[in-house]
């Protein structure tokens, strides 16, 4: 298993240490102990170009997930690369402010949001998968900050 985290952006300085230990902590609490993942972190320029390339969508966006094996069952206990997930350290510092949090905060929790997308979770199908997105994010953003309560205006 492992996690493969890359900072791409000019300015933002992250703990590579940290970051990676608290994802391990979360894959492994999912049951993905031999998992792959791959992190980049980066600013809006170089999200907005993937969005645009990926989603047709020309604006910057906080996560970005690409599944590496969309349609085959992620719950088999081989090791398997998850897929990758790209994130701006601009958006990501803005939102924190917005939903309470520190930098690192912020990070993880976009990071547990890219992280379910790979997994299968998708909160614009349904309501219900909306509610249990959200209950696993909560859940998962209380496992490595257990003094930390997301507020309302997170709407992950």
Not at 38 to 53: A, F, H, P, V, Y
Not at 77 to 88: Q, R, V
Not at 109 to 138: A, F, P, Q, V
Request: hydrophobic residues 35%; proline residues 4%.
């Amino acid at each position: 298993m492992g996690v493969l985290l890359r900072n791409d952006h000019p300015d933002i300085n992250i703990d590579y240490h940290d970051i990676e230990n608290m994802i391990l902590k979360i894959m492994y609490h999912l049951g993905c102990p031999n998992q792959e993942v791959s992190i980049l972190l980066t600013g809006d320029k170089d999200i907005r170009r993937l969005n645009q390339e990926f989603r047709s969508i020309d604006q910057p966006t906080d996560v970005l997930s690409f599944p590496q094996n969309p349609d085959e069952d992620l719950c088999i206990p081989e090791e398997i690369i998850l897929g990758d997930i790209a994130i701006s350290l601009d958006i990501a510092k803005a939102q924190a402010k917005e939903h309470g949090l520190d930098f690192k905060e912020e990070i993880i929790l976009l990071l547990i949001h890219g992280i379910l997308h790979l997994l299968g979770y998708d909160h614009e199908i349904s309501e219900h998968e909306e509610t249990k997105m959200r209950n696993k994010t909560r859940e998962l953003f209380k496992l490595v900050f257990p003094e930390r309560m997301l507020t309302d205006s997170c709407n992950y």
